[in-house]
């Protein structure tokens, strides 16, 4: 059934948000996942991107409609990003997780039995987009993806100083 689905019940497929803090403008930053990945998903960034917008309405919300709906710019939302920082209120640091890179020249790695659904310009993009001044980005190991582990967040967790991950989560883990 490709009509509904309810995936922003899961909050880190709805939207990638970014605190005011980190942000060039100081405000707080939305932007909807347009979920591209899947027919059924595509659908629902025009209401999340409503909800959010009627829930924070003051002039310290920057909203931004879903990227578009192309292959390059797959986004999945926050279930690819985390935010370290010393402590709440302070500026950070945003790791932004992808599982390809769709303009790659050379031929990126990328997984064999399930579809790397971010995409390493729809990180790059939403990070643009929300002024946010220190950013990583780092790609999920392709195995992980083939395993069913799709976004970064079954794998891996973070928050302010702290980071847990598989060991297999991250191409390129010791750099």
């Known amino acids: 059934m490709a009509c509904c689905s309810a995936s922003s019940m899961w909050t880190a497929n709805a939207a990638t948000v970014s605190p005011s803090v980190d942000s060039a403008d100081g405000r707080v930053h939305f932007t909807a996942a347009n979920l591209n990945q899947k ?32 292959d390059t710019l797959g986004d999945e939302g926050a279930a690819n990003h985390t935010r370290f920082c010393r402590e709440h209120g302070t500026a950070g640091v945003q790791l932004f997780i992808y599982g390809r ?30 002024g946010v001044r220190d950013t990583i980005f780092w790609q ?23 980071f847990f991950y598989h060991e297999h989560a991250f191409l390129d883990e010791r750099d």
Do not use: M
Request: hydrophobic content about 35%.
């Open 39 to 70: 027919i059924h998903r595509a659908i629902e960034h025009r209401t999340t991107t409503r909800q959010l917008r009627a829930i924070f309405q003051t002039k310290y919300f920057a909203h931004h409609a879903a990227l578009p709906g192309a």
């Open 140 to 162: 999920q190991d392709p195995r992980c993806i083939d395993t069913g582990a799709f976004h970064n967040d079954v794998v891996a967790v973070g928050n302010q100083n702290v």
């Open 101 to 130: 890179e769709a303009l790659a020249s050379g031929g990126s790695l990328q997984p064999k039995t399930f579809p790397a659904r971010q995409t390493r310009e729809a990180s790059e993009s939403v990070a643009r987009l929300h």
